[in-house]
């Protein structure tokens, strides 16, 4: 997968060449480009900023380096298929597992991080004419850019193309997975001040286990996340 990542703070993303979504770059999985959207300005001052039309508080990011930025990333030369691209906003559709699922059968993604009040609204109506649009929050808050949103969404989009994690059955039991949050985990030793493990985990009977681990998959979404139940 080809993932381009457009922000004025390219050094955000230097934590994915870390760890997992690291390995995963060097070893060809995943073609991750990240692009400063300055590289797209002609002025003295590399500006992507102006005051809004209409008035009002804070900047909007200019429509002329975005342009340019989806012209060269979506452009034949980069891309056979239309790409995905993708704007973090708080005003888009919720990020769910099940969007991480969808995106990651993509050839291609580009995101593009807002910052300022955001970027001028005809940038997503031209990205509409280049490519798939998907406007994307992770939740319902407020963050100062895009960039932590595009982080979290790219690692939890990598994580699950075929290879990034190298037991694919450890992708299987995660929470949110099968609509329910993940059971109790625990490791040696087995008493450890005072507190043991469920005996259940010791008796190595995996029948038995597996029911008690659905059991507390059910209980624990209950207490934590009855709207999941729903
Ligand atoms: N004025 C915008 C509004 O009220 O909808 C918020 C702009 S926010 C300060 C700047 C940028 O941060 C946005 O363009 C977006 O890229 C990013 N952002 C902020 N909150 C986000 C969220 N919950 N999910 C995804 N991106 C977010």
Request: charged residues 25%; glycine residues 10%; aromatic residues 8%.
């Amino acid at each position: 997968m080809r993932i381009d990542v457009v922000s004025i703070f390219p050094s955000y993303f230097d934590g994915l060449t870390l760890s997992l979504m690291g390995k995963a770059r060097d070893s060809g999985i995943l073609d991750l480009h990240v692009h400063d959207l300055r590289d797209w300005t002609h002025d003295r001052h590399r500006t992507v900023d102006d005051t809004p039309y209409g008035g009002g508080a804070g900047m909007v990011m200019k429509p002329e380096p975005w342009g340019l930025a989806l012209d060269q990333l979506a452009g034949s030369s980069v891309s056979e298929t239309r790409p995905t691209i993708i704007f973090p906003s708080p005003a888009g559709e919720v990020f769910t597992q099940a969007t991480a699922r969808d995106l990651a059968t993509r050839e291609h993604l580009i995101f593009g991080c807002g910052r300022y009040e955001g970027i001028d609204e005809r940038v997503f109506e031209y990205a509409a004419s280049v490519g798939e649009v998907r406007l994307i929050s992770l939740g319902d808050y407020v963050l100062n850019g895009g960039e932590v949103a595009v982080m979290a969404m790219t690692e939890a989009i990598g994580r699950l193309i075929p290879g990034v994690v190298g037991n694919p059955d450890s992708l299987v039991e995660e929470s949110h997975e099968d609509g329910l949050l993940e059971y109790p985990s625990y490791t040696k030793p087995s008493v450890w001040r005072d507190r043991e493990v469920p005996p259940i985990l010791l008796s190595g009977n995996h029948g038995t286990i597996a029911k008690w681990r659905h059991e507390q998959q059910i209980q624990r979404t209950r207490d934590r996340r009855p709207d999941l139940l729903d």
